[in-house]
């Protein structure tokens, strides 16, 4: 193995611009890590925020990226789920464990499972962080149940079409927010109702809802909150205002919870279960080598792509 590796990096806080692609040591896996050679890393709305402004990473310069799908190069003291040669996938540490955006990473052995043996790297590298997110918040959050009624906002979205997945699998009802042109391909993923946000207010259009999956903000969560039958939760993955939110559902007589996405074995081994099952697939809206990530930046920013972005390593 070379000595040193490509990787995209920002020095600076910035539009798409701010990043390079430079050579930088390739880390060695510490206690307890592997060091895997990227094939494929999502690219994520929390790459672009934090590539624009100071957030959890503090001041750059550093490499984004939390999804990771690749093969196992060297495994450290401690690590047994994994050897040399193995196809793995999964999420790095959020927030501070960033750095696929890269040949090589690090990462703890445990945030990694094998990677399904029917997709390819590019599919598996769309989905860690953008599934985990969908599931902490649909299973582990709401204990979403068949026959539940789900309304998921930006269905369409890197998190929301994997949601809307993840919620049929479930056995729930599924109702989406989505602009038209998209409620077709949402359709085909199996939801149930689809609302054009541009041409209905959804709080008018949906009632007697039992979980919201919030990805949006703003004035959606006090709109959406509205849309929930009594006891019903909104989960938001946008994480702040916390009071405010729970004060007016309490007002309501509803729930509200605000979650940020872990690094999480038993969450990627469930989503595995489901991309190998079929029940589970990333749209992939454009893949890029690792030397145009600043163009995949720039598409995902329009926030008119359809599922995932992905960069290429190999």
């Avoid at 990096?9 to 895997?36: C, H, K, M, T, Y």
């Avoid at 902490?136 to 997945?165: C, W, Y």
């Avoid at 038209?180 to 259009?205: M, P």
């Amino acid at each position: 193995m070379s000595e040193t590796m490509r990787a995209i990096r920002q020095d600076e806080f910035g539009g798409p611009e701010v990043l390079r692609e430079v050579e930088l040591p390739r880390p060695e896996p510490g206690p307890s890590q592997v060091l895997i050679r990227v094939h494929a890393a999502g690219v994520n709305p929390t790459d672009w925020k934090h590539r624009a402004q100071q957030l959890f990473l503090g001041k750059p310069p550093y490499v984004l990226g939390w999804d990771v799908s690749g093969v196992v190069e060297a495994v450290a003291t401690g690590v047994t789920l994994h050897k040399p040669g193995d196809e793995v996938f999964g999420m790095l540490p959020y927030p501070h464990g960033a750095g696929s955006h890269a040949e090589y990473v690090t990462g703890p052995a445990r945030a990694f499972v094998r990677k399904p043996s029917g997709v390819d790297h590019v599919q598996a590298g769309a989905i860690p962080l953008a599934a985990l997110t969908a599931w902490q918040a649909l299973v582990d959050t709401a204990n979403l149940q068949a026959g539940q009624r789900v309304l998921i906002h930006a269905a369409a979205g890197g998190v929301g079409h994997l949601a809307v997945q993840i919620a049929k699998a479930r056995g729930a009802h599924v109702i989406g927010t989505a602009s038209a042109g998209k409620h077709e391909f949402l359709r085909g993923l199996g939801a149930d109702e689809l609302v054009d946000y541009r041409e209905v207010d959804f709080a008018e259009a949906v009632s007697d809802v039992d979980v919201v999956l919030d990805t949006i903000a703003g004035d959606y969560r006090s709109r959406s909150l509205r849309t929930l039958k009594p006891g019903g939760l909104l989960v938001s993955i946008l994480p702040y205002g916390r009071d405010q939110l729970e004060a007016e559902a309490a007002e309501l007589g509803v729930r509200a919870e605000l979650l940020l996405v872990e690094a999480d074995q038993a969450g990627m081994r469930a989503i595995a279960d489901l991309v190998e099952s079929g029940q589970l697939r990333a749209e992939i809206a454009g893949t890029f080598p690792l030397a145009d990530a600043a163009k995949a930046h720039a598409l995902g920013e329009t926030g008119r792509t359809t599922g995932k972005l992905v960069l290429t390593a190999r």
